[in-house]
């Protein structure tokens, strides 16, 4: 039951999409407002996401989350300083944070392999759960005693946060800032991030997130250059897909239950799908989230699509149909067109797509096109990163 939980927990939290950060101050949340404006939005250095914006100045960084996109209410503002000399310069306004973070807490295996990815993981103190991490030099500092669990269970443990004392905890919510975190916690003075990453419909709008955080960092130059290779691999894949001549339909996940939770038309992996020159069924659909549905409702939509993706831990035919023996009746399932984001997990059943799918959609994008459009695959110059067939 636990890895159910904890899976199901993973997949939740990846199959609705996006990225944004509401930041809690240390008290009432309305008290650290500070509207960005239209100039500075303009001038950010950040071109995919919506929900943040960076504005450099001479002694300072400040940085804006946007709770509404569509009309950019600046949910908070940080002012990240390095010098303390130019303290007294620094806006009133906002959450100060001095950069570089050097006690960082990442309560989700994203968060923490960012930092690894910056070349940061020496700031790195403490995460959520060690069941959830594939990177080997994250595993290796906390057998070492260097890196703390915090919330091996559901409930965060307060008194080890107290005790750690952390210059910044990142999390993930719902999106209500009175609601997604602990009063507790709030009241502790540690500042809380809670990302919601899941709002955001473009991959490479979440890889360029890695930015927010090597601004805490105080690595901004190593995440502009990691994002922009990232960027440049993702669109000339995108090219690359837009040769084949044809675009495979395709459907993802399992039912849990009753229920199967298929992403949203405008979610992380439609639009993954799509730049892969797949058709996602579902693609007409609005929702940037899951969309709840029955088996009937899928199988009258898919019975017949041409490929089956990401279908939970799954690892054989025979262990699909043996939680559903229905399965059977789609095409995709007929003609051995499974593909599961499962090729490496750590020893719990954890893939490392959940850990660093999002930093690299291009290495997702990759996977997809040469899923579905096997005649370009020599043109793809590594295999599949995440990805294996189920057979």
Request: net charge positive.
């Amino acid at each position: 039951m636990k890895f159910i939980f904890m899976q199901l927990k993973s997949i939740f939290y990846h199959s609705v999409t996006g990225c944004v950060l509401l930041l809690l101050s240390c008290g009432n949340p309305r008290t650290a407002k500070k509207e960005a404006t239209s100039l500075e939005q303009r001038t950010s250095p950040v071109k995919y996401a919506k929900r943040f914006a960076i504005v450099n100045r001479a002694n300072y960084t400040l940085v804006y989350l946007f709770g509404n996109k569509a009309n950019f209410d600046t949910t908070t503002t940080f002012v990240i300083y390095t010098d303390s000399s130019n303290v007294n310069d620094l806006p009133e306004n906002g959450i100060h944070i001095k950069s570089p973070c050097k006690k960082v807490a990442a309560l989700s295996s994203i968060y923490a392999t960012l930092f690894y990815e910056l070349g940061a993981i020496d700031q790195l103190a403490a995460i959520d759960n060690i069941d959830y991490i594939n990177n080997s030099a994250i595993l290796a500092k906390h057998a070492s005693g260097h890196l703390k669990e915090l919330s091996k269970g559901p409930e965060l443990n307060l008194e080890q946060t107290i005790a750690l004392n952390p210059d910044i905890l990142f999390t993930f919510g719902m999106g209500d800032p009175y609601k997604d975190v602990d009063e507790k916690l709030l009241r502790t003075k540690i500042p809380v991030a809670v990302s919601l990453d899941h709002l955001e419909e473009l991959p490479l709008a979440r890889a360029e997130w890695i930015k927010f955080y090597a601004a805490f960092a105080g690595r901004k130059a190593m995440g502009d250059s990691i994002f922009n290779v990232v960027e440049k691999n993702y669109q000339a894949l995108k090219l690359l897909a837009e040769r084949s001549a044809k675009k495979p339909s395709v459907f993802s996940e399992i039912k849990y239950g009753d229920v199967w939770y298929m992403p949203g038309g405008k979610s992380f992996m439609a639009r993954l799908i799509a730049d892969a020159k797949g058709k996602y069924l579902w693609d007409q659909n609005k929702n940037t989230g899951s969309l709840p549905l029955s088996f009937e409702q899928v199988y009258a939509a898919a019975k017949d699509a041409d490929f089956w993706i990401n279908l939970s831990v799954i690892k054989t035919k025979k262990e699909l149909l043996g939680s559903e023996p229905r399965y059977a009746e789609f095409q995709a399932y007929k003609t051995g067109q499974l593909f599961n984001n499962n090729k490496v997990t750590n020893a719990l059943g954890y893939s490392t797509y959940w850990e660093t799918g999002m930093i690299h959609p291009d290495r997702i994008l990759s996977d997809l096109i040469g899923i579905l459009h096997p005649s370009l695959k020599s043109q793809i110059k590594n295999d599949l990163y995440y990805y294996q067939q189920i057979k």
